[in-house]
């Protein structure tokens, strides 16, 4: 289907490009380092959860961590007293967005920054998505425990109050440095926590952007599990935007 954004752009919404990691039983990425998720037939009081074994319906139960097992969306509850839901603080699912590539500089420590770097002038979105180089399929795979991934310079925040970016989407597992003594400085400065909770802002970790999809201006739909939590499963879609000539 087509749809209008305006009178002369439209996307098509046969022709989605899919950001989200799904979760799967035994898979090896890992954040944070939480053992892999599982998914467990049910065989309670006589009832057999398993088709293949002999029952009705496969019918399991899943444990699993939104933050370590793949593409989820949180709201600044990731990091207060009160665990504000994100099903609760996202109301509206489409947002302009722009897709930018960096690359993070490597320090003397070992630490790869990523600076956020001014935006095209004029330029007016509501989510960035980041998509860090080298890129490979690595990414839906890896198992981040002990390998001090990339993050954010703080410096960024700078970027993203000018333009007022309200959603920020990233392949990474955090937008902080892993061990940074539970500072979490990014995470703060993004939603003002603890002076001025912004429950209208979200992050968006362990995406994954194919490198066919190219830098630039798309429409991000931004839909989650309505889990209610701090953080929940989520599969953010990008629509390329075209004009009429
Ligand atoms: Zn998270």
Redesign the pocket.
């Known amino acids: 289907m087509r749809f209008y954004l305006n009178e002369k752009e439209f996307i098509e919404t046969d022709f989605p490009i899919d950001l989200s990691i799904g979760i799967a039983e035994n898979q090896t990425l890992s954040?944070w380092y939480v053992t892999p998720p599982k998914m467990e037939v049910v065989r309670e009081n006589g009832f057999l959860g398993s088709v293949e074994e002999g029952g009705d319906v496969n019918f399991r139960s899943i444990w699993f961590n939104?933050?370590?097992h793949g593409t989820?969306t949180?709201s600044c509850g990731?990091i207060t007293k009160e665990i504000f839901s994100v099903n609760k603080v996202l109301k509206t699912y489409f947002f302009r967005a722009l897709l930018i590539s960096l690359q993070p500089e490597e320090q003397d420590n070992g630490d790869r920054v990523i600076t956020i770097p001014s935006l095209p002038k004029g330029i007016n979105v509501e989510a960035l998505i980041i998509r860090t180089v080298p890129n490979s399929e690595q990414k839906i795979t890896q198992n981040y425990a002990e390998t001090n991934p990339p993050f954010l310079a703080l410096e960024g925040i700078k970027v993203l109050n000018e333009h007022g970016i309200k959603h920020l989407l990233l392949d990474l597992?955090?937008v902080d440095k892993e061990k940074d003594g539970g500072e979490l400085a990014f995470h703060h400065s993004f939603w003002e926590v603890p002076q001025n909770n912004r429950l209208d802002r979200t992050?968006t970790?362990?995406i994954f952007v194919d490198d066919a999809t190219q830098d630039g201006e798309y429409i991000l739909e931004l839909q989650l599990a309505p889990f209610e939590n701090d953080?929940s499963p989520s599969r953010p879609i990008l629509y390329a935007i075209s004009t009429l000539n």
């Open positions: 954040a939104p933050h370590g989820h949180e990731h597992p955090s992050i970790e362990l953080a």
